[in-house]
C-alpha cells in the first residue's frame, strides 16, 4: 500500500520513435499472417481491447480523476488527461451529437503513424485501429459502453486524424449473487 | 528535391522467383521500388540470368512530392509518450507471438523478426541523423554506434557496456543490466531461458546486417541482458584487412 504514494511521479517517459517503429514493426507482423485487412484492423481492436482493459487501472492510479459525472467529462478527461499522458498529445474534443452522446477526438498528429504511408493494396487496413480497442476496453472497465472507430484518418489522405466515439450504455455491475445481497 | 536524397542508398532485399517471374523490391532511404521483370529465364547451374525480353515494370513506391513525412525536418522528433504505453504494447506483442508458436525459441525468433523490421527503418534516420550520411566501415566504429546512438535514440541512454570474448574476436557482447524491453516482464519460472530483448537482438541484427556487417545476435541471461553478437567470418577478416588504414 505505501508503494502507491510514489507511483504518480515515476510516470516515466521515453522517446516517441522506439514506441512508433515497434507498433509498425508489430502492423507489419500481423498484415503478414493474416489474409486480409479486415482481419488486421480485428486483431488489432482485440489486442487494443486488452491493453485498454489493463491500461485503465494504470491510469486511475497515476492520474488522480475521479468519477466523471456525464460523458462531456469523460470525453474531456480522455483528451486532456489520457491521451497527454500516455501518448504526448492532445486532441481536441468537438462535433458533439445533439443528443450529447457522441463526440469526435481530432488528432492533429498521431505518434502511430509517423514515418508510415499506406501501400496501396491495403487500403481497407485501419493502421491505428488499436487506439479504438484502448479506448473501448478501458471506458468498458469503468461501465461504460462505447462505439469506437475512425471517420478520418491521415493515413488516407484526410487532413486530421478523427475518432469518433459513441455512448452506448452503462454496464452494470453484474455482481455475483453473494456479493450483491450480503 | 530534399537534401537527404543525394544520399540514396538502395538495398536489394527480396528477390522471389516465380514461374518466370522475378520480382525485386528496391529499398531505399525514399520509399521502394518494386522492379519486375518478365520473360526472364534462369540458366540453372550457371547461376546468371539469360534475358530474352526484359520489360522493366518499375511501380514506383516512392514517395510523392506532396508527402509530409519526406519535409519533415531530419532532427529527432520531441515527441514523447509513456513507458507504460510502450509496456503494454510490448507485452500484447509477446503474447500475439506466444500464440503462434510452439517454442521458447521460435518465440524469440518471431520477437527478433519484429525488431528487425525496427532497426532497418531505424538505420536510415540515424545515419543521416548522426553520421551526416557517412557509412561506417570499421567493426569497433559501428559496434559503438549502436552502443551510444542506435540505444541513445531508442532507449535515451547508452548501453550499459560493450565487451569483446576473450577467446575469439569475432564475438563481442553488448550488455544491458535493465533493458527497457523487460522492465515490466517477469518470466515464469518454467520458461526461464525467455528473454524478450530477443526484440532489440533483432534490432541490432537488422543494423549491423544493413550496415554491411552480417552478424548474428543472441540474447543471454548474463549480468542481466546480455546480446551476443557473432560476425560473419568475412566481416571480421576484412577488418584485419583494413587495419592501419
Known amino acids: 500500500m505505501s508503494r502507491q504514494s510514489n507511483r504518480t511521479t515515476d510516470n516515466k517517459k521515453m522517446n516517441s520513435e522506439l514506441f512508433t517503429l515497434t507498433y509498425g514493426a508489430l502492423v507489419t507482423q500481423l498484415c503478414k499472417d493474416y489474409e486480409n485487412d479486415e482481419e488486421v484492423n480485428k486483431q488489432l481492436d482485440k489486442m487494443g481491447y486488452n491493453i485498454g482493459v489493463r491500461l485503465i487501472e494504470d491510469f486511475l492510479a497515476r492520474s488522480s480523476v475521479g468519477r466523471c459525472q456525464d460523458f462531456r467529462e469523460t470525453a474531456d478527461v480522455i483528451a486532456k488527461v489520457a491521451f497527454k499522458m500516455y501518448l504526448g498529445v492532445t486532441p481536441s474534443v468537438t462535433n458533439w451529437s445533439p443528443a450529447g452522446d457522441e463526440f469526435s477526438l481530432v488528432l492533429e498528429s498521431n505518434p502511430l503513424v509517423d514515418f508510415v504511408e499506406l501501400p496501396d493494396n491495403h487500403n481497407v487496413l485501419i493502421y491505428s485501429n488499436l487506439l479504438c480497442g484502448v479506448l473501448r476496453g478501458a471506458l468498458e472497465m469503468v461501465q461504460m459502453a462505447v462505439d469506437v472507430r475512425f471517420a478520418q484518418d491521415t493515413l488516407r489522405g484526410d487532413n486530421v486524424t478523427e475518432i469518433r466515439m459513441k455512448f452506448i450504455k452503462r454496464i452494470e455491475e453484474n455482481l455475483p449473487y453473494h456479493i450483491r445481497f450480503f | 528535391m530534399h537534401s537527404h536524397c543525394s544520399n540514396l542508398r538502395i538495398y536489394f532485399w527480396i528477390i522471389l522467383l516465380r514461374k518466370g517471374f522475378i520480382t525485386a523490391q528496391l529499398f531505399s532511404s525514399r520509399g521502394f521500388l ?212
Open chain 2, 34 to 245: 518494386n522492379v519486375t521483370c518478365d520473360d526472364m529465364t534462369l540458366t540453372p547451374g550457371r547461376g546468371s540470368i539469360s534475358t530474352k525480353t526484359i520489360t522493366l515494370k518499375m511501380e514506383t513506391r516512392f514517395t510523392k512530392g506532396k508527402s509530409a513525412i519526406l519535409e519533415r525536418p531530419l532532427t529527432r522528433p520531441k515527441t514523447e509518450v509513456s513507458v507504460s504505453a510502450f509496456a503494454l504494447l510490448f507485452s500484447e506483442m509477446v503474447q500475439y507471438c506466444q500464440s503462434r508458436v510452439y517454442s521458447v525459441s521460435e518465440l524469440q525468433a518471431r520477437l527478433a523478426e519484429m525488431g528487425q523490421g525496427v532497426g532497418v527503418s531505424l538505420l536510415d534516420v540515424l545515419v543521416l541523423r548522426e553520421k551526416n550520411g557517412k557509412r561506417e566501415t570499421k567493426v569497433l566504429n559501428i559496434l559503438l554506434f549502436i552502443k551510444v546512438s542506435v540505444w541513445k535514440s531508442l532507449f535515451g541512454k547508452e548501453a550499459d557496456k560493450l565487451e569483446q570474448a576473450n577467446d575469439d574476436d569475432k564475438t563481442y557482447y553488448i550488455i544491458e543490466k535493465e533493458p527497457l524491453v523487460n522492465l515490466y516482464i517477469s518470466v515464469p519460472k518454467d520458461n526461464s531461458s525467455l528473454n524478450c530483448a530477443a526484440f532489440t537482438g533483432g534490432v541490432v541484427e537488422a543494423i549491423l546486417t544493413h550496415s554491411g556487417f552480417p552478424a548474428k545476435v543472441t540474447v543471454h541471461w548474463h549480468k542481466g541482458t546480455t546480446l551476443m553478437i557473432k560476425f560473419d567470418e568475412a566481416v571480421i577478416a576484412r577488418d584485419k584487412a583494413l587495419e592501419g588504414r
